[in-house]
Each structure stands twice: as structure tokens, then as C-alpha cells.
């Protein structure tokens, strides 16, 4: 199985900074990577499919990197909504998710 | 307009069953992979099953032997039925379908409570 590692595990920023999320496969996934954002008590959200592509709708200040191993979520300019639990996600072979990065003011 | 509901669960003794549902609309079930993911309390994603277009299943190790994925055409609707349910069985589950070909869940159901407890 495809084990994923998100770092870190708990993050606190400010509203206006930028923020980079980290996750690492144990084996390729190539650049079957998504990312989601989760509010308390909802369904998880799409924000980034394909490691780097923007899902419709989602504002621009979300973009995603990597391939391989490695990715990266990078959010700029937080602002208050921003302010959730984040995974990501491989579907290289069947589902796995990190553990999530929780996103504090 | 998509629109994933999810219903059927509940609290449930150790040992017991239920069956969850996955009603779709706006698109057909069988046109999609669908997949339940659940969420214990406090903690992170987990996917549990997957029915692919031709209706071939897949399940975590977790659920393995216990847990059995189905649809509905008829119905558009995706069934889990959980069996041999234990405490670590837990959970908010959620349906969700991958609409494109890299394996993302477009779609999410608002999820459906199950409690396995005496």
C-alpha cells in the first residue's frame, strides 16, 4: 500500500501570508495527487487535482506542485476562510489520504 | 447539478449490520466510479470501497470480508452494506464519485453517521 505523509501536521498563520503544505508519497504516484480542504462538520472539498490543477471555481491564490514522491499545496494570501484542515490524496493505486494539516489563525 | 445523499445510518451494537445508501443525481451512478470514504471522530480520511463503471468492487484491508459495495441503476443509487461491525468501525461515511481520469473525488455526499457501540 501507498502510504502518504503530510508535514506539517498542524500549521498557524496570519491573514495575507502565504503557506506551503507538504506531502510525500512512499512510492511514485506520478501526478495522481489531489488536495481537499475540510471545514468542521462538512464534506471534504476538491481544491487541486492532477498535483496542479486548479478545480473549477476554486480561487487562484490555491495552486499545487510535485510529481513523483513529492507535492506541495501552497496557499497566498490567506484569508479568513482559509482557515480549515487540508489533505491530500493519491488515487495511483486504489485511495490514500495524509493525515491531514490542520490550518489555525 | 450533482447531488450525492447519503442515508442509513445509525447506532448499531458490535456485531451488528447496516446498510448505507448513496443516492445520485445529475449524472447516472453507473457512469462514474463511486466510492465510500469514511472519517472516524477527530481523526482523518480513510477510503473504505469502490465500484468501478463495469461494477468491478474494490475495498480497503480494514473492511475486507465484512463490507460489500453494490449499486442500483434503477434506483442511481450506491448501497455499502457493513457487516460484522466493530467500535473502529466508527464513523462520518461519505460517498463520493471521481469524474475525471486521475482519480480526484469531484463529488461528496454530506455523509452519513454510523456508531458502533453497546
Redesign the interface.
Known amino acids: 500500500?501507498i502510504q502518504m505523509t503530510q508535514s506539517p501536521s498542524s500549521l498557524s498563520a496570519s491573514v495575507g501570508d502565504r503557506v506551503t503544505i507538504t506531502c510525500r508519497a512512499s512510492q511514485s504516484v506520478s501526478?495522481?495527487l489531489?488536495w481537499?480542504q475540510?471545514k468542521p462538520g462538512k464534506?471534504?472539498?476538491?481544491l487541486i487535482?492532477?498535483a496542479s490543477s486548479l478545480?473549477n471555481g476554486v480561487p487562484s491564490r490555491f495552486s499545487g506542485s510535485g510529481s513523483g514522491t513529492d507535492f506541495n499545496l501552497t496557499i497566498i494570501s490567506l484569508q479568513p476562510e482559509d482557515f480549515a484542515t487540508y489533505?491530500c490524496?493519491q488515487?495511483?493505486n486504489?485511495?490514500?489520504?495524509?493525515?491531514?494539516t490542520k490550518l489555525e489563525i | 447539478e450533482v447531488q450525492l445523499v447519503e442515508s442509513g445510518g445509525g447506532l448499531i451494537p458490535p456485531g451488528g449490520s447496516l446498510r448505507l445508501s448513496c443516492a445520485a443525481s445529475g449524472f447516472t451512478v453507473s457512469s462514474n466510479y463511486m466510492s465510500w470514504v469514511r472519517q472516524a471522530p477527530g481523526k482523518g480520511l480513510e477510503w473504505v470501497s469502490v465500484i468501478y463503471k463495469d461494477g468491478t468492487p474494490y475495498y480497503a484491508d480494514s473492511v475486507k470480508g465484512r463490507f460489500t459495495i453494490s449499486r442500483d441503476t434503477s434506483k442511481n443509487t450506491v448501497f455499502l452494506q457493513t457487516n460484522s461491525l466493530r467500535a473502529e468501525d466508527t464513523a462520518v461515511y461519505y460517498c463520493a464519485t471521481e469524474v475525471g481520469v486521475t482519480g480526484q473525488f469531484d463529488n461528496w455526499g454530506q455523509g452519513t453517521l454510523v456508531t458502533v457501540s453497546s
Do not use: V
Open positions: 500500500d501526478t495522481y489531489s481537499y475540510q464534506a471534504p472539498k476538491l487535482y492532477a478545480q489533505y490524496h488515487s495511483q486504489t485511495h490514500t489520504f495524509g493525515q491531514g
